[in-house]
């Protein structure tokens, strides 16, 4: 089993930054692959990032790239999610997630064993 809690959301204006982090606790946090998600209101959750068990490797969606970071520490048990330069179309709950079958990046929703609860980003105009 793995718990995941995600922190950081609120309200930002265009332009503005956030940092999400997802603290886990359960297994041990260095076997397995973190990836976040997104979902806004009456849409399909979509990949925004992941990175994997050592941090050594990343991967993210074409309309974060160059804007957000992901990263890990796995002293800490966390990874954390940089959000620069953000844009209305950036708002929606975030949710981080668990690949604890592979250990390298993974981008879709059926690859993730365990989700956070999410947390909300609004990005005002």
């Known amino acids: 089993q793995v718990q995941l809690v995600e922190s950081g959301g609120g309200l930002v204006q265009a332009g503005g930054s956030l940092r999400l982090s997802c603290a886990a606790s359960?297994?041990?946090?260095?076997?397995?692959?973190i990836g976040w998600f997104r979902q806004a209101p009456g849409r399909e959750r979509n990949f925004v990032a992941a990175?994997?068990?050592?941090?050594?490797?990343?991967y993210y969606a074409d309309s974060v790239k160059g804007r957000f970071t992901i990263s890990r520490d796995n002293a800490k048990n966390t990874v954390y999610l940089q959000m620069n330069s953000l844009k209305p179309e950036d708002t929606a709950v975030y949710y981080c997630?668990?690949?604890?079958?592979?250990?390298?990046?993974?981008?879709?929703?059926?690859?993730?064993?365990?989700w956070g609860q999410g947390t909300q980003v609004t990005v005002s105009s």
């Open positions: 359960g297994r041990t946090f260095s076997n397995y692959a």
């Open positions: 997630a668990a690949a604890v079958r592979e250990p390298g990046v993974v981008t879709t929703t059926r690859g993730y064993d365990y």
């Open positions: 990175i994997n068990w050592s941090g050594g490797s990343t």
